[in-house]
């Protein structure tokens, strides 16, 4: 996912932690320059390194994780004029 709004979210939080980019780039089995790239959306955060990236900044895996689905869908499906329609058969479909 290319997403300059989750990517900036994630570095804010690891900023706010004080936690070097080092150590999240090792959790993630990324370099740091990759791991910039992430944050500044110019690379893809996939969804396999949203829950080691919630357990190094210490934060809700939970809440991490639906804001990438979120984000996910945004970015990928925003405009679509049946994306409501959509959404609601999939959370119909997953009950």
């Known amino acids: 996912m290319k997403s300059v ?11 706010d932690k004080g936690i070097p980019q080092r150590k999240v780039a090792h959790a993630v ?7 910039s790239k992430m944050e500044l959306g110019e690379r893809p955060i996939t969804i396999s390194m949203v829950k080691p990236w919630a357990e190094t900044l210490d934060i809700n895996f939970q809440d991490i994780q639906v804001k990438y689905i979120c984000t996910k ?8 004029p049946y994306l409501k329609e959509a959404l609601k058969r999939i959370i119909n479909e997953i009950k």
């Open 5 to 15: 709004e989750f990517g900036a979210y994630l570095k804010a939080l690891r900023e």
């Open 73 to 80: 869908i945004k970015i990928d499906f925003d405009g679509q």
């Open 29 to 35: 089995d990324v370099d740091t320059s990759t791991l």
